[in-house]
């Protein structure tokens, strides 16, 4: 029988909640097949972000699912991370307006009016960049903002931008593109494993042999063309994982 254990995660669809893709997320299927290799049964509580953050350092599960960046500078002294998948908060445009568009530095930037999400990491840079930025609540407002000529550029995670303007856009998504070569930031979606937990290293253990499983045959690969296309994965998420693998 297998061991269950508890998660806490905090919606923010496609990579945790329910979108096109499916009903939990693309990092939530990833921790549903480690645990699955690892012979563990997973019980993920979705929160908004806040009350996730706070639930978790408060005591009330011994994983997290999702950035080590949403956790206080404090209690991230006292985790270990297992990475899944690198997500990369990239730079929208419309291919109309800039048939050519690329940036080599962030300074490259400054020229232009660029929506950003409201109280996100990508805000926070880029006020530190000193960039023109435009906050809005959600993804689907920057390309709708972006669609309409009110921004120049958006900056919102690969898949959540994706998936926003197939949503909006179905009969012109080609219309938008966003610059592969350099991500605006680059963030690690990972499982989060409290060292306070009383059972915390044997778990540990058996979740890094679960993802060693997962990549190996071929699952890890599955799940993450389910959401951006075959051929399409990252190599900075293969590389994230092939190396974490090749360190244990």
């Known amino acids: 029988m297998a061991e269950s254990v508890s998660a806490i995660a905090f919606s923010s669809a496609p990579l945790m909640g329910e979108s096109k893709y499916s009903k939990e997320g693309l990092l939530v299927d990833l921790v549903r097949a480690v645990t699955s290799a690892a012979a563990l049964d997973v019980a993920v509580e979705m929160l908004?972000?806040?009350?996730?953050?706070?639930?978790?350092?408060?005591?009330?599960?011994?994983?997290?699912?999702?950035?080590?960046?949403?956790?206080?500078?404090?209690?991230?002294?006292?985790?270990?991370?297992?990475?899944?998948?690198?997500?990369?908060?990239?730079?929208?445009?419309?291919?109309?307006?800039?048939?050519?568009?690329?940036?080599?530095?962030?300074?490259?930037?400054?020229?232009?009016?660029?929506?950003?999400?409201?109280?996100?990491?990508?805000?926070?840079?880029?006020?530190?960049?000193?960039?023109?930025l435009d906050q809005a609540p959600a993804a689907k407002n920057l390309m709708k903002k972006l669609d309409a000529g009110r921004t120049e550029l958006a900056i919102a995670v690969d898949l959540a931008g994706m998936l926003a303007i197939e949503e909006l856009f179905p009969d012109r998504a080609s219309t938008f593109g966003y610059y592969k070569e350099m991500p605006f930031l680059s963030l690690r979606a990972q499982i989060i494993v409290n060292n306070d937990y009383p059972q915390a290293k044997p778990l540990i253990e058996k979740m890094r042999a679960g993802l060693r499983i997962i990549y190996s045959n071929g699952t890890w690969l599955k799940i993450m063309e389910k959401y951006y296309g075959t051929g399409n994965v990252p190599d900075r998420s293969k590389k994230l994982v092939e190396d974490y693998i090749n360190s244990m």
Request: hydrophobic content about 35%; charged content about 20%.
């Open 48 to 132: 908004p972000r806040s009350r996730a953050n706070v639930k978790y350092q408060d005591g009330h599960a011994p994983i997290f699912l999702g950035p080590i960046q949403t956790l206080t500078d404090h209690f991230r002294k006292h985790v270990t991370e297992i990475p899944l998948f690198v997500v990369q908060n990239v730079v929208f445009y419309k291919k109309t307006r800039f048939p050519h568009f690329a940036f080599t530095q962030y300074s490259d930037l400054r020229k232009y009016s660029i929506g950003v999400l409201r109280g996100g990491a990508s805000e926070k840079m880029g006020i530190a960049y000193g960039l023109t």
